[in-house]
DNA sequence: ATCATTTTGAGATAGCTTATCAATTTCAAC
DNA sequence: GTTGAAATTGATAAGCTATCTCAAAATGAT
């Protein structure tokens, strides 16, 4: 099974803990790992999910954890509905969100164009793009009466 | 002052009341009129403005409101740090955002052909799109050494 | 191995939104 | 203008998500 133990993302989560006097746990390996397994997970699901083989890992934990992944920049907060959703950054710019404002349905999709509209209007502006966030809210063919 | 009492919000508040079997009521009124003079506002920040005339307005009244205003297609739900913005969907100030992670320093920006391009997206996944939220986070000039 | 410091887990707490329900208001029919 | 069935309101309780608290445990530099 891969291991994140030598990842890129394990060694930015080093360098991050390392900068901030924190420390490498089991739970943070644990967490990390099933993070990169995801493309975005709210902290309540990564809970469940953990709890099958880690019945006593704490869902504040859980949160800190995820939250500690947003400053180190490995992970994105997306306040979706009433749930915060952690997005993977490393998968970021792979899918935006339709989102029906009638049912609440989702759809992802990803678009290179759109991608390379937004690269030109960063350097135009002289910004290096890290992540983005794009959500389009409308109705869809069901809700569209 | 302006009243609402001939908008054509008001007009499709009243449509969608005649169609659902839902009653015009003084608090609807109000807050209808309340919430066109904002661009987006909280449930709580309305709660406090209204206050000041009328201090026997309930804040679960106001969520109502606001939220039968979202079905009414005059509203849109935002979920925005740990509160819900309800956007004016008639001021759709169409700028998107740079946002730099370095100095926070925020660039508007508006660019006709990711919009096109949005539309084509959601067109393709039987969407109407009502509006959308854009958001590039990168390093500015400044803060990229 | 030691020990100051950080982290964890469990439950309490906080913040935002919705549900409950008796009293009031609306509005269509008289 | 009255009437009365149905919808709405206001106050508060309840529900949910996320954070805080703190004693016990784990980490990692020495």
Redesign the interface.
Known sequence: MASSKNSKEMETLKEHLAKHQLKLTRQRELILNAFLRQEHITAEAMYHQLAKTDPHLGLATIYRTLNLFCDAGLA?AR????QTQYDNVSHKGHHDH?I??GCGKI?E?E?C??ER??EE??TR?????????????????RC?H
């Open positions: 994105q306040h979706f509905g009433s339709l029906c404002t759809v999709f678009n164009d759109i509209l937004q209007v960063a502006n002289g910004f290096t793009i890290q992540t983005h966030r794009l959500e389009l809210y409308g109705l869809c063919s569209h």
